[in-house]
């Protein structure tokens, strides 16, 4: 049976470490590496729903996106949140491991499969960093298309039904980037490098104004849905690689945000 070490290794050459940002909290955040690992659940973040149904299910691990602790913390008690699941886990026996922005930039990372899922060409790194990987993709469009079309596809991609939309429909996309999650800082980055739309997980107002002029459409399908795709298709790539492990993204996760 495989170990907690065992599985941590094999992510962290999935994702390694040095691609993390440097205000970012990756690797083994709770629990030790020794302990044989029968049952792994993946998910995008620790909430109470997760954490329950990680207890329950006696995961032995839990792979997170979302980072936690990401802080610096003082105390852990059931005064907050993070504390009462970071004391729930620990009680459980329950390691947590997360890659966050290491795997947002690996090879095949969450940009990378969201470049590749939308039909991007000639995918490379928006701003490169050790070798060919860095911070976001960019990539060509085999025939240019309308920026409505593009939306169209990001929908399906994604399973979604809905996506906010900056800049005129008809406009046509040869060049395009993508950075999953909220990474407004890649504004600047895409427009020095002449795309023609950026796809982000969300963007903040100002960040949608200075968009529209520079003349750059923004998609923005939610953070929840540009990312959560990827800890389902991180299960299946666990699972290939430790078939004697049972392995399941969280049932229980949803996205917080509901239009009404």
Same mark, same amino acid.
């Given at each position: 049976?495989?170990?907690?070490?065992?599985?941590?290794?094999?992510?962290?050459?999935?994702?390694?470490?040095?691609?993390?940002?440097?205000?970012?909290?990756?690797?083994?955040?709770?629990?030790?590496?020794?302990?044989?690992?029968?049952?792994?659940?993946?998910?995008?973040?620790?909430?109470?729903?997760?954490?329950?149904?990680?207890?329950?299910?006696?995961?032995?691990?839990?792979?997170?996106?979302?980072?936690?602790?990401?802080?610096?913390?003082?105390?852990?008690?059931?005064?907050?949140?993070?504390?009462?699941?970071?004391?729930?886990?620990?009680?459980?026996?329950?390691?947590?491991?997360?890659?966050?922005?290491?795997?947002?930039?690996?090879?095949?990372?969450?940009?990378?499969?969201?470049?590749?899922?939308?039909?991007?060409?000639?995918?490379?790194?928006?701003?490169?960093?050790?070798?060919?990987?860095?911070?976001?993709?960019?990539?060509?469009?085999?025939?240019?298309?309308?920026?409505?079309?593009?939306? *169209?596809?990001?929908?399906?991609?994604?399973?979604?039904?809905?996506?906010?939309?900056?800049?005129?429909?008809?406009?046509?996309?040869?060049?395009?980037?993508?950075?999953?999650?909220?990474?407004?800082?890649?504004?600047?980055?895409?427009?020095?490098?002449?795309?023609?739309?950026?796809?982000?997980?969300?963007?903040?107002?100002?960040?949608?104004?200075?968009?529209?002029?520079?003349?750059?459409?923004?998609?923005?399908?939610?953070?929840?849905?540009? *990312?959560?795709?990827?800890?389902?298709?991180?299960?299946?790539?666990?699972?290939?690689?430790?078939?004697?492990?049972?392995?399941?993204?969280?049932?229980? *996760?949803?996205?917080?945000?509901?239009?009404?």
């Amino acid at each position: 049976m495989p170990t907690v070490r065992d599985l941590v290794a094999f992510l962290e050459g999935l994702a390694p470490p040095a691609l993390a940002e440097d205000w970012d909290n990756v690797g083994l955040l709770v629990g030790g590496r020794r302990r044989p690992v029968a049952r792994v659940m993946t998910c995008l973040t620790l909430t109470p729903p997760t954490v329950a149904e990680a207890v329950e299910h006696k995961a032995e691990l839990v792979v997170v996106h979302h980072p936690l602790p990401f802080q610096p913390v003082r105390r852990i008690t059931t005064d907050t949140t993070a504390g009462a699941m970071l004391l729930e886990l620990i009680a459980a026996g329950t390691a947590v491991y997360s890659a966050h922005t290491a795997f947002d930039s690996a090879a095949e990372g969450i940009n990378q499969r969201l470049a590749r899922g939308i039909g991007l060409r000639g995918v490379g790194s928006l701003v490169p960093g050790e070798g060919a990987l860095g911070a976001g993709r960019a990539g060509w469009l085999e025939e240019p298309a309308p920026l409505s079309e593009l939306a *169209e596809r990001v929908k399906a991609f994604l399973g979604i039904e809905q996506i906010a939309v900056v800049g005129d429909l008809q406009r046509g996309v040869r060049l395009m980037g993508v950075a999953c999650g909220a990474a407004d800082s890649l504004l600047r980055p895409a427009v020095d490098a002449g795309c023609d739309c950026l796809l982000l997980g969300e963007a903040r107002f100002h960040t949608c104004l200075e968009a529209e002029a520079a003349g750059v459409g923004l998609l923005l399908p939610g953070h929840y849905a540009s *990312e959560r795709f990827a800890l389902e298709a991180l299960a299946d790539v666990l699972r290939e690689q430790f078939p004697d492990v049972t392995i399941w993204p969280a049932r229980r *996760e949803r996205d917080p945000l509901r239009w009404a």
